[in-house]
């Protein structure tokens, strides 16, 4: 079955600084998503991107927080100046439709320090 | 007031025994999903319904629209199935935004041998 990877797995930065989390969705999928799950809570949706564009953000999501498909493969989360609240764990996810199965990645973890 | 909410919380079994979650929300919803996540963090998804019943191996989910309840059974559990089980649900928003998952949190399973 096709995946959707990320990378890197773990990433550790120091406050204040950027970070670009990376990721790979299946092939033929149009719809993408960021998703985090702070340790030991439930998982959050962040941002869903379709046609080059924000199709719904929460309101984490805030100015900090940036998404792009820089390629035809690649899609990106970056966080402008990292606080440490945002460590957590990010769930990139893809699918070919907007209601229907997603498809998540296994993940980065971002441990703001 | 969480809007998805998962009962039990926690479940623990023995290898063999029938096995229910159970997930309720109150918003209007075009789309439930059914996520395992591992120990290790990854998630798949299992099913995705908006009416009546799917099975796939030994997983059943049903979901009851009107009662805004959906169950996750899994038939001869065996300790492999050992996870954490989460609802997720795509609210309606009618002004015509698909709308992202709102995800509950989470019901840890154990099955033991």
């Known amino acids: 079955e096709p995946e959707v990877t990320q990378t890197p797995s773990h990433q550790v930065t120091q406050m204040g600084q950027e970070v670009i989390l990376r990721c790979v969705p299946i092939?033929?999928?149009?719809?993408f998503y960021w998703y985090r799950q702070i340790l030991g809570q439930k998982v959050e949706f962040l941002v869903s991107?379709?046609?080059?564009?924000?199709?719904?953000k929460s309101e984490i999501f805030d100015d900090q927080f940036s998404v792009e498909r820089p390629d035809g493969s690649n899609f990106t989360l970056k966080i402008r100046s990292t606080k440490l609240e945002d460590s957590a764990m990010y769930f990139c996810?893809?699918?070919?439709?907007?209601?229907?199965?997603?498809?998540f990645g296994p993940g980065t973890r971002l441990t703001v320090l | 007031k969480n809007e998805v909410e998962q009962s039990p919380q926690n479940l623990t079994a023995q290898e063999g025994e029938f096995i229910t979650i159970n997930c309720s929300y109150s918003?209007?919803?075009?789309?439930l999903h059914w996520l395992q996540q591992h120990p290790g963090g990854g998630i798949v998804s299992l099913f995705m319904?908006?009416?009546g019943k799917k099975k796939h191996g030994r997983l059943i989910a049903t979901i009851n629209i009107q009662e805004k309840h959906s169950s996750l059974h899994i038939t001869a559990s065996h300790p492999r199935d050992s996870a954490v089980y989460i609802c997720?649900?795509?609210?309606?928003?009618?002004?015509?935004?698909?709308?992202?998952?709102?995800f509950g949190k989470g019901t840890k399973l154990s099955v033991k041998p």
């Open positions: 319904l908006s009416s």
């Open positions: 991107f379709y046609n080059n564009e924000i199709s719904e």
């Open positions: 997720a649900v795509r609210p309606m928003n009618y002004g015509g935004s698909q709308g992202n998952l709102i």
């Open positions: 092939s033929n999928h149009l719809y």
């Open positions: 996810a893809s699918s070919d439709q907007p209601i229907v199965r997603q498809f």
């Open positions: 918003v209007g919803i075009s789309a």
